[in-house]
């Protein structure tokens, strides 16, 4: 089965500054990589989302980028901010795969210093 | 739009007593429906998934059962808590044609003492 690893497990970054979280991934037909993010108390929400026709995605100050040849996908977030403070879990899924196929990451909790 | 709902939100429970934790979905039809646990504020635990009515898959072994009494509604019960039960438990949907992304309700935090 899949086997998603990522990497760090914990981040501390000064606000302003930038902050890359990465994954690799083991099955190289997995074709879809969301990211979440994770308040304290609360569910997973998803930021992101790429599929492996797609090189880079951006959406404001969140950005994704996947390599298929390493099969290893990065989370950038520019510009940080306090609110960006969170455990992120990256994942991946076969498309066409069982209900069950989306193997998540163990999660970096990211820090944002004021 | 839809909205996933979660509860209770916080329950304590003693060792050996049963459970129950519901989990309803709106806004969307033959929703796959999923639990998960997470243990220490990491790593997500898939115990069980639904694709429909009546169809539950187990990931897991343990003392934890899921059901489906009706198309979004997925309930995660025991007849007996242990200590290693307690955590953080999460529910997620997804579309039944497109079912690659999971969106997770708001959870309900366990603690079994």
């Known amino acids: 089965g899949e086997n998603v690893e990522q990497h760090p497990s914990t981040l501390s970054v000064q606000e302003g500054d930038s902050a890359v979280i990465k994954c690799t991934y083991s099955?190289?037909?997995?074709?879809?990589f969301p990211w979440y993010k994770q308040e304290l108390g609360k569910g997973p929400q998803l930021i992101i989302d790429i599929r492996s026709n797609v090189g880079e995605k951006k959406d404001q100050r969140i950005a994704v980028t996947l390599n298929k040849t390493a099969k290893h996908f990065s989370l950038h977030i520019t510009e940080t901010q306090p609110e960006d403070s969170a455990v992120y879990f990256c994942?991946?899924?076969?498309?066409?795969?069982?209900?069950?196929?989306?193997?998540f990451g163990s999660g970096t909790q990211l820090t944002v210093l004021p | 739009s839809q909205t996933i709902h979660q509860w209770p939100a916080t329950l304590v429970q003693p060792v050996g007593s049963p459970l129950s934790l519901e989990c309803t979905v709106e806004g969307t039809s033959n929703p796959n429906l999923y639990w998960y646990r997470q243990a220490a504020g990491r790593g997500l635990q898939l115990l069980f998934y639904?694709?429909?009515?009546?169809?539950i898959s187990s990931e897991v072994p343990q003392n934890l059962s899921a059901s489906r009494p009706q198309d979004r509604q997925f309930i995660l019960s025991s007849k007996k808590l242990l200590l290693s039960d307690s955590g953080f438990y999460l529910c997620?949907?997804?579309?039944?044609?497109?079912?690659?992304?999971?969106?997770f309700g708001p959870g309900t935090r366990l603690l079994v003492l």
């Open positions: 099955d190289s037909a997995s074709n879809y």
């Open positions: 997620a949907w997804a579309h039944s044609a497109n079912r690659e992304t999971q969106y």
């Open positions: 639904s694709v429909g009515i009546g169809q």
């Open positions: 994942a991946a899924r076969l498309w066409g795969g069982s209900a069950r196929q989306l193997t």
